[in-house]
């Protein structure tokens, strides 16, 4: 069958990889954070949070690459479990600011041997791929 309009073949769909791609990594970890009840999403709020303590929500937003639509429940939820506090900026009522907590922090030591189990599975991908893959990504999302 002749394809009457090429840029709508998935074969030319530089989206679909990134995609699927994404799906197949977040498969990779739900083995090791389901037990802890996080979901991926949770899990790099986390990682955020872990290095900077602090944050507000549009900072953390901008990291993540999400919207307030998708962190205000999430940061409801890890907030009800006692893992942050929310609270409103002192200097402005419109600014919250997330903070992690000591049971928050107590989850770090469970979750360090994520990333060194998943590196053990390994890919086809050489190291010099990934660092390549790494920066192409974040160009991409900077673009």
Same mark, same amino acid.
């Given at each position: 069958m002749a394809q009457e309009y090429e840029q709508l073949l998935l074969k030319n769909q530089l989206c679909f990889p990134m995609y699927a791609c994404g799906r197949k990594i977040v498969a990779a970890y739900t083995p090791y954070l389901k037990p802890l009840g996080l979901t991926y999403t949770q899990y790099v709020v986390f990682m955020v949070l872990w290095e900077k303590g602090s944050v507000n929500v549009g900072q953390l937003g901008s990291i993540?690459?999400?919207?307030?639509?998708?962190?205000?429940? &999430?940061? *409801?939820? =890890? @907030?009800?479990?006692?893992?942050?506090?929310r609270v409103r900026s002192k200097e402005d009522e419109r600014v919250t600011v997330v903070t992690i907590t000591g049971k928050g922090n107590d989850?770090?030591?469970?979750?360090?041997?994520?990333?060194?189990?998943?590196?053990?599975k390994g890919s086809s991908l050489t190291e010099k791929d990934v660092k390549e893959l790494y920066r192409? &990504?974040? *160009?991409? =999302? @900077?673009g």
């Open positions: 993540l690459h999400l919207d307030a639509g998708t962190l205000t429940p &999430l940061l *409801k939820t =890890l @907030e009800k479990e006692g893992y942050v506090t989850l770090k030591k469970k979750c360090k041997d994520i990333p060194i189990e998943l590196a053990k192409l &990504l974040y *160009k991409f =999302l @900077e």
